[in-house]
């Protein structure tokens, strides 16, 4: 198994435990802030994906420089800060925002992990 695909696993199995544990937590609490946590979490993942897959596609082809698919991930963005917007009173944009943070935190942390290695 390559080692991107090992990592964007590792990741992953992080960031669905949250979504999980949203997941859960909605059917105690009807929440617009779990809402937009869920929807952010999500996009989140879609987000990890998005990145791993211009990752490994860069690493396969030979050109000097490296896409990461950062228009991409902005229209992803910009897509669930629309499905915010048309229903805002059923999900806190706050909430979201934390779900979207997750993929950043997790790659920062483990970032300086290595540096601390």
């Not at 999500?42 to 211009?54: A, E, K, M, P």
Request: positive net charge; aromatic residues 18%; proline residues 3%.
């Amino acid at each position: 198994m390559p080692f991107l695909k090992r990592f964007y696993q590792h990741f992953l199995k992080i960031l669905l435990i949250p979504l999980f544990v949203g997941i859960i937590l909605l059917f105690f609490f009807e929440s617009p802030v779990l809402n937009g946590f869920i929807l952010g979490t999500t996009v989140s993942i879609i987000l990890l994906g998005n990145w791993f897959y211009h990752l490994e596609k860069a690493k396969q082809e030979d050109e000097n420089r490296v896409k990461t698919g950062t228009v991409t991930r902005v229209i992803i963005v910009i897509v669930a800060c629309l499905v915010w917007y048309r229903f805002m009173a059923y999900i806190n944009i706050f909430g979201m925002i934390v779900g979207l943070s997750f993929t950043y935190i997790l790659m920062m942390y483990r970032a300086i992990k290595e540096l601390r290695k």
